[in-house]
């Protein structure tokens, strides 16, 4: 178990050994829900060639540009 406290702006610290088994880095994003009355923390990491994703992503399926930044922005972010 894990304790941290949240300043006055509602910051808080993950702990260094949660941040390492879930290889948590400096400058990513975490994802916060509400799932069956819990909070939970998700990592999402950031993207090193968006381009080169995108390309995966348009082999996947037929759509549009504009389709396809979205659904990379909400895989990816």
Do not use: H
């Not at 702990?15 to 975490?30: H, K, M, T, Y």
């Not at 939970?40 to 549009?64: Q, Y």
Request: hydrophobic share 40%; with cysteine; glycine share 4%.
């Amino acid at each position: 178990m894990y304790i941290t406290n949240v300043t006055r702006k509602g910051q808080t610290t993950i702990p260094a050994e949660l941040r390492a088994a879930f290889g948590i880095q400096s400058e990513d994003r975490v994802e916060w829900t509400v799932e069956e009355g819990r909070l939970v923390l998700k990592p999402r990491k950031r993207v090193k060639d968006p381009l080169a994703e995108l390309a995966k992503l348009r082999f996947k399926a037929s759509k549009t540009a504009v389709e396809l930044c979205k659904t990379a922005e909400d895989d990816f972010w």
